[in-house]
């Protein structure tokens, strides 16, 4: 398969500096930046919710080699095997054989999650798919295929583990923290859930019936494909030892894919959101793709973006020896997925998803008219702000500091030109306007002065 003629123009002109989120004239084509970046590989996806999917390889599968990436190079697909995992455990949701607000201990059997004083705290699988259960915080760096432990091994912190013990660190609950200790737990609630090895079971439920052909969570899956699997690489192009470390840790990081199965579920996800799919319904597909803390960027199992101009969902990864991303632009129902053997890979990625969010985001925000905005609004009791009318501009003056110009996008947001701060006004029904604002991902709620106690 080869890429749209419009994705191979893209690919001449990626932008290095896509911070702005608009295109800069510092520019250069996708090899350009994988020489700087020292990326033997990239392979990459473009595909629609009517079926459509193209795909190309570019480069090679291992530094100082000569074989090339095609479209069905497989690639570790890092921290989107959560995203996988989350639509698995909601088919399992949708089939009875979990409920999303029980306690796991419920469905565990093999381990059970213990405090640091042996009591069992209760923590739900929502909070589980979503980053909310407050488990000790991991990153998992793989091992040597002959020095690997079981997934018992890992929740434990036994045996040949570089991990802590999954313990609560954090009140269940209380807030997101990113950690694949959720979904080591996640991994062998669903094994002792169903009684079934976790990647056959996900491959029953997912990979076979999305026609993700060359997926696996298994990690004998690129030994035994070697001449189609790209090799890991360190940052500067040092090859990984072995070309590829093994993950025990299955649903938090262990699946091979290549972007096109990767396109297949995000595009299925999109249309079970539309209600469309015939694997997984709307109300459990929207629950996916709905943040479960009020105003962050996480649903279950699936990173979100609603900014003006971005608005997407998927998931990103990162591995030793390799970078990866999968997303959905629900407005335009078209998905990019790309994936890179090099830890380096992720400012080239960056560039190839901005190109993405020129081309194919869309928002669905209206804007609200200033006159109708203007007054004072209040984010905590010491922290006014006021929005006027100057000179026919909308203006902010936050607390003690002077005012500024907003500047307005199309969508009906307003932009800080200054400070990462994206400025909405929403209501509902006939009640007043309140003010969003949204800095780093956060979004935080400042309601008009007159709602407030005296």
Same mark, same amino acid.
């Given at each position: 398969?080869?890429?749209?003629?419009?994705?191979?123009?893209?690919?001449?002109?990626?932008?290095r500096?896509?911070?702005?989120?608009?295109?800069?004239p510092?520019t250069?084509?996708l090899?350009?930046?994988?020489?700087s970046y020292?990326?033997p590989?990239v392979?990459?996806?473009?595909?629609?919710?009517?079926?459509?999917v193209?795909a190309?390889?570019?480069?090679?599968?291992?530094?100082?080699?000569?074989t090339?990436?095609?479209?069905?190079?497989?690639f570790?697909?890092c921290s989107?095997?959560?995203h996988?995992a989350?639509f698995?455990?909601?088919?399992l949701?949708?089939?009875?054989?979990?409920?999303?607000?029980a306690d796991?201990d419920?469905?565990?059997t093999?381990?059970?999650?213990?405090d640091?004083?042996?009591?069992?705290?209760e923590v739900t699988v929502r909070q589980?798919?979503a980053?909310t259960a407050?488990l000790?915080d991991?990153?998992?760096?793989?091992?040597?295929?002959?020095?690997?432990?079981?997934?018992?091994?890992?929740?434990?912190?036994?045996g040949?583990?570089?991990?802590?013990?999954v313990?609560p660190t954090l009140?269940?609950?209380s807030?997101?923290?990113?950690?694949g200790?959720?979904?080591?737990?996640l991994?062998q609630?669903?094994?002792d859930a169903?009684?079934?090895?976790?990647?056959?079971?996900?491959r029953?439920l997912?990979?076979e019936?999305?026609a993700?052909a060359?997926?696996?969570?298994?990690?004998q899956?690129?030994?035994?494909?070697?001449?189609q699997?790209a090799r890991g690489h360190h940052?500067?192009g040092?090859r990984?030892?072995?070309g590829?470390?093994?993950q025990p840790e299955?649903?938090a990081?262990?699946?091979?894919s290549?972007?096109?199965?990767?396109?297949r579920l995000d595009l299925?996800?999109?249309r079970?959101?539309?209600?469309s799919?015939k694997?997984?319904?709307?109300?459990l597909?929207t629950?996916?793709?709905?943040p479960?803390?009020?105003?962050?960027?996480?649903?279950?199992?699936?990173e979100?973006?609603?900014?003006?101009?971005r608005?997407r969902?998927?998931h990103?990864?990162?591995?030793?020896?390799?970078?990866?991303?999968?997303?959905?632009?629900?407005?335009?129902?078209?998905?990019v997925?790309?994936?890179?053997n090099?830890?380096?890979?992720?400012?080239?990625l960056?560039?190839?998803?901005a190109?993405?969010?020129r081309?194919y985001?869309? &928002?669905?925000?209206?804007?609200?008219?200033? *006159? %109708?905005?203007? #007054? $004072? !609004?209040?984010l905590?009791d010491?922290?006014?702000?006021?929005?006027?009318v100057?000179?026919?501009?909308?203006?902010?003056?936050a607390? &003690?500091?002077?005012?500024?110009?907003?500047l *307005? %996008?199309?969508? #009906? $947001? !307003?932009r800080?030109?200054d400070?990462?701060?994206?400025?909405?006004f929403v209501r509902?029904?006939d009640?007043?306007?309140?003010l969003e604002l949204?800095?780093?991902?956060?979004?935080?709620?400042?309601?008009?002065?007159?709602?407030q106690p005296?």
């Open positions: 398969m080869d890429l749209p003629q419009d994705w191979v123009s893209l690919l001449g002109q990626l932008d500096q896509v911070s702005s989120g608009r295109l800069s510092d250069a084509a090899p350009e930046l994988m020489s020292d990326v590989g392979s990459i996806a473009v595909g629609h919710v009517s079926g459509q193209s190309a390889g570019f480069g090679v599968l291992a530094g100082g080699t000569s090339p990436v095609t479209a069905s190079t497989a570790a697909a989107i095997s959560k996988v989350a698995g455990a909601l088919l949701v949708q089939a009875g054989v979990l409920d999303l607000d796991v419920e469905y565990l093999s381990w059970h999650l213990p640091r004083n042996g009591r069992q705290p589980l798919l980053h407050g000790s991991t990153w998992y760096r793989g091992y040597a295929a002959d020095r690997a432990p079981s997934l018992l091994q890992v929740l434990e912190g036994s040949a583990t570089t991990t802590p013990p313990r009140l269940p609950g807030r997101f923290r990113y950690s200790s959720h979904y080591s737990v991994q609630l669903m094994v169903t009684g079934t090895p976790f990647e056959d079971l996900l029953t997912v990979l019936p999305l993700m060359d997926s696996s969570f298994d990690q899956f690129p030994h035994q494909r070697p001449d699997v940052g500067g040092t990984i030892p072995g590829w470390r093994t299955l649903a990081a262990g699946l091979w290549t972007p096109t199965d990767l396109l299925e996800i999109a079970a959101v539309s209600g799919s694997l997984l319904d709307r109300d597909a629950q996916m793709c709905t479960q803390i009020p105003g962050g960027s996480y649903g279950l199992g699936t979100l973006d609603d900014r003006a101009g608005r969902f998927g990103t990864g990162s591995n030793v020896g390799y970078t990866c991303f999968s997303y959905v632009w629900p407005n335009s129902g078209t998905a997925a790309a994936m890179t090099s830890e380096d890979g992720w400012e080239l960056v560039s190839i998803r190109a993405a969010d081309r985001a869309t &928002t669905r925000i209206t804007a609200a008219p200033p *006159a %109708d905005v203007t #007054g $004072r !609004y209040v905590r010491d922290y006014p702000i006021d929005i006027a100057t000179d026919g501009q909308l203006t902010l003056a607390s &003690t500091q002077q005012p500024v110009v907003l *307005a %996008d199309p969508d #009906g $947001r !307003y800080h030109p400070l990462d701060l994206e400025v909405r509902t029904d009640q007043p306007y309140v949204r800095q780093e991902g956060v979004t935080q709620t400042a309601r008009p002065a007159t709602e005296e």
